[in-house]
C-alpha cells in the first residue's frame, strides 16, 4: 500500500480510523494522535484499532498523553525515556490479564 513504514495519524472521526486499519494490516507503525477529540470518540477508536491490532499479533504502547502507536509483531522499538524496551503501559488501554488454567499438574 505504502512505501513508508511509520505513518502519523490523526483522526478528526470515528470513521477516519478504517484507514488507519488498512495500515495495521498492511504491517505499518502507526502513530495515533487523538489530542483533539471528545473522550467517548477517542476511546471508541483506540478499542477499535486495539482490536485491530490484537488481530495481527501486534501491540499498542502509550509514549505519551492521548498518542498511541501501533507496532507489528514483527517490529522492535525502545522507549529510551521510560528506562525500559517494549514498555507498553496505559491508562487507557484495557487489557485483561491472560487466565491460565492449571489441570492438576504436580
Do not use: W
Not at 491490532?53 to 509483531?73: A, H, L, M, R, T
Request: proline share 5%; hydrophobic share 30%.
Amino acid at each position: 500500500m505504502s512505501d513508508y513504514e511509520i505513518i502519523f495519524f490523526k483522526p478528526r472521526k470515528f470513521e477516519d480510523c478504517m484507514k488507519c486499519i488498512e495500515y495495521i494490516r498492511d504491517e505499518k507503525i502507526v502513530h495515533i494522535n487523538l489530542g483533539e477529540l471528545d473522550g467517548e470518540t477517542s476511546q471508541r477508536i483506540l478499542d477499535f484499532i486495539s482490536g485491530a491490532v490484537f488481530i495481527q499479533e501486534g501491540e499498542v504502547v502509550n509514549p505519551g498523553e492521548n498518542v498511541f502507536c501501533s507496532i507489528p509483531k514483527n517490529k522492535k522499538y525502545l522507549m529510551d525515556y521510560k528506562g525500559k524496551p517494549g514498555s507498553s503501559t496505559s491508562s487507557r488501554y484495557d487489557e485483561e490479564e491472560e487466565i491460565i488454567p492449571k489441570y492438576g499438574i504436580r
